[in-house]
């Protein structure tokens, strides 16, 4: 029997009262100055989740952090900070035994309500523990050689990362920003494209999908040639950066400031975001079937 409370239909005004957070991942190539955003954030409002151990760029910056080196902190920071998922049986990862056990450990998580953004840097450095980690559990074992079976490890990496981030991305109210490094490679056809570096191919292919935000930070050039910095912002983009932006707010170049990039994503209730344009482009042309078939 279903209980009264497990279906519930939400009103326009509640959903529109809601407080979202926005979830978002902010890539670009290594340098580039991804973690030095932190300053352009409110630093009392702020946690810092810091995985790579670089903070020298942001050495002095006034807010809080805290410090992950293994896969098993990650995993119960991220149900701390999370709560409990209840779709988890009781022995498994974010159900809410883990979840009644990291309180017990870390304290109340009514302290992380100080803090209005999560700022995880990185999930490069995520990838990597949690790999390090897989190769040590059962399923990287052969059941009949016992010896390492990389194809169970990477498996079970993909499984593990994809919940991380899941799990991130529901947590109530917050801002979650994931930091990664940016990759540019060359295809079969000798094509550069761009792709986030993490280890595994699963969490590189689905994470767009999980946040509402991708941002890439990348150098671009005016029209006579001076470089600066900008955010690239928009999944159509003339430069083949990795982008989405579920505000609909936000123009394909916008200023490298995440404090104000979020502002903008706020927009005030009442004022929709542009629509797509589905009209065809005026000098669209119909490419000849006949000739594309016979090339």
């Known amino acids: 029997m279903i209980s009264p409370t497990a279906f519930r239909i939400i009103t326009a005004d509640q959903r529109l009262a809601e407080q979202r957070g926005i979830k978002g991942v902010l890539t670009g190539i290594s340098g580039i100055g991804k973690t030095s955003q932190l300053w352009t954030l409110d630093a009392p409002r702020t946690l810092f989740l810091n995985l790579e151990a670089g903070e020298l760029a942001v050495q002095g910056w006034p807010g ?60 490069t ?21 016992g010896k390492p079976d990389m194809r169970g490890a990477y498996g079970l990496l993909g499984q593990e990362m994809i919940a991380w981030l899941t799990h991130l991305q529901h947590t109530p109210g917050k801002n979650v920003w994931l930091v990664g490094i940016l990759d540019k490679r060359l295809d079969d056809f000798s094509r550069p494209y761009f792709s986030l570096q993490v280890e595994g191919a699963k969490t590189g292919l689905e994470l767009p999908g999980i946040v ?32 989405k932006d ?50």
Not at 125 to 145: E, F, H, I, M, Y
Not at 217 to 223: D, G, I, N, R, V
Not at 261 to 267: D, F, N, S, Y
Request: net charge negative; hydrophobic share 35%; with cysteine.
């Open 64 to 123: 809080d952090e805290v410090r992950i080196r293994d896969w098993e902190l990650a995993r119960d920071l991220a149900c701390w900070v999370g709560g409990p998922n209840p779709a988890m049986r009781a022995d498994q990862t974010y159900s809410s035994s883990h979840h009644e056990r990291v309180c017990a450990a870390f304290g109340d998580p009514s302290v992380l309500a100080r803090y209005d953004t999560l700022f995880v840097d990185s999930i």
């Open 246 to 295: 579920r505000s609909g707010r936000l123009d394909t170049i916008e200023e490298p400031h995440l404090g104000r990039l979020m502002e903008k994503i706020r927009r005030p209730a009442g004022a929709p975001p542009p629509q797509l344009d589905y009209s065809r482009p005026a000098d669209a042309t119909t490419p000849n079937t006949d000739t594309a078939k016979g090339a």
């Open 212 to 243: 509402d935000e991708v941002v890439t930070m990348a150098e671009l050039k005016t029209e006579d040639g001076q470089p600066y910095r900008a955010f690239v912002c928009t999944t159509l983009n003339p430069f083949g950066y990795p982008a």
């Open 125 to 145: 450095v995520a990838s990597r523990l949690c790999l390090q980690w897989c190769k040590g559990q059962p399923q990287a074992t052969s059941d009949r050689s």
